[in-house]
């Protein structure tokens, strides 16, 4: 059995810098807790340079079930940079709110592992442990804020839930393995792409409920119930990681299980899909409307963009893979860049998340609330931000693979969004009130992390060529 180590560097990086700020937690002293945060930071650095170094690797270890592929390196790159983000804006935002650094830099870290683990698993069992990782860490960051009751409810619909879906996971992998002998997605792919009479009927069982499972992870309707709660009860910095980075990581195991290896069942999931995607697009944007915060308007706006990335997956992998991860780039820059503003305008223990703590921020923080109307339009979809770019190639592969219906009723929606996207920048520029000045978290590394987001929706908007042509190859490096 090959065990070349090098497919393990990314995410042994991670792993290893969140074992030494776990550890170095308990040696220093309460002030020098910052420390923590910028080694979390330069071990995420040193992971961003491998991924960039090892681009075009293309091997495996222990017998082939853990890849080291552009796909992979692609999302590591990803969670990467939703990671170092999620610290920079959190290096105030945990002391002012008496979350204990330490242990949340480490769950920081240990997620991001599971989720590279996610992205580069070639057997379902790998995949999920990598999962479970992942999970196991962000149920506990939901419930961080020990002394906010919503934080604490958050965390446990949280793990109720994802123990629900995990169970539906868990099950439908052992129904593949029964149908098929593996759980290793290459022998899985080779058995259904041998000719032989009938596949036996508890295989489409366990495809289905591997849907099920990976529904309720990327918030899918009917299991996105968990995530408008669990999303508002967070710490705000928790719910944009959440809101991108997992996100993110069921979409990369998706197109890597679903996509991919188990692409000769696509006829049998082809109207299922196209149901869950209409539903999921549809229901978030009109439940979205009538939100009374922008913090639980931006979770239902992240249902609504599941449907439109659930496009892709009908459009298939010829049209809709370089699409599906394209559009995963330009979302996660103005998704988390808008909860970084929530972040921002949070008072020690009382976040500031209604739509009437907006009003004015035109006048009194320029910065911030240019940056926010950049992340509104963009995750509406106006030219020339990423979000247009991203839904333009979203729509165009569903028309070109024939589902031109489901490409305008994902153009019909995305007209719909604008009325909740649009009720941010009026609150900001044609309203009085608000948060006075005081109420801001005054940090530094915040308002880096704002502009970081900021200039990246600009960048993917105009000039998106490079990240297509990334993604075109992080797609074909799986044949």
Known sequence: MDASLIPLLPGAQVLLTALVVMLLDLFIDEHERGLLAWISLLGLALCGAEAILLWGSSEGTFGDTLLLDNFALFFTQIFIAVAALTVLSSMRYVRETGIHEGEFYSLILFATTGMIVMAAANDLMVFFLGLETMSVAVYVLTGMWRSSARSSEAAMKYFLMGAFATGFLLYGIALIYGATGSTNLNQISAYLLEPQGQWPPYLFVGGLLLLVGFGFKVGAVPFHFWIPDVYEGAPTPVTGFM???????????????????????????????????IATMTIGNLLAISQPSVKRMLAYSSIAHAGYLLIGIVAGEEWGSTSLLFYLATYAPATFGAFAVITLLTEQDKPKEDYGHFAGLGFKRPFVAMAMSLFMLSLAGFPPLAGFTGKFHIFRSAIIAGHTDLAIIGVLNSLLSVIYYLRVI???????????????????????????AAAATIYLGVLPMRTLEWSRSAFSSLF
């Open 243 to 277: 809101a991108v980075a997992v996100k993110a990581a069921a979409f990369a195991a998706w197109a890597r299980i679903l996509m991919h290896e188990l692409s000769p069942l696509d006829s049998d999931w082809a109207l299922p899909l196209r149901v869950l995607a």
């Open 426 to 452: 009026v609150m900001m520029y044609m309203n009085e009130g608000g948060v006075k000045g005081k109420s801001f978290i005054e940090s530094p590394y915040l308002y880096t992390a704002v502009g970081l």
